[in-house]
Nanobody, 112 residues
């Protein structure tokens, strides 16, 4: 299984980005999926998770600003990020942790 993340870039504080993670099969319907991030000099942290049944969970730092979702075909995982802050700057990774599947990461930089 391959996970291909995209959608990162440079955005001003208060702006929005949508990250996408395309899987090589309908795997998100079987295992759910997660987004993690790792800022320079910091440990990787869990940002958001969507379970197989659709239940979502978020880190406190992104609640109310980020939304995780998946498409109907369950081949793509999304992370809609609104009201971005400089502290959201990090490399973002999609993952299916239970299977140790990880995408390559996409860089998000929030700066004026």
């Amino acid at each position: 299984v391959q996970l291909q993340a995209s959608g990162g870039g440079l955005v001003q504080p208060g702006g929005s980005l949508r990250l996408s993670c395309v899987a090589s099969g309908s795997i998100f319907s079987i295992y759910g999926g997660s987004w993690y991030r790792q800022a320079p000099g910091k440990q990787r942290e869990l940002v958001a998770t969507i379970a197989r049944g659709g239940t979502t969970n978020y880190a406190d730092s992104v609640k109310g600003r980020f939304t995780i979702s998946r498409d109907n075909a369950r081949t793509t995982l999304y992370l809609q990020m609104n009201s971005l802050k400089p502290e959201d700057t990090a490399a973002y990774y999609c993952a299916i942790v239970s299977r140790n599947y990880w995408g390559q990461g996409t860089l998000v930089t929030v700066s004026s």
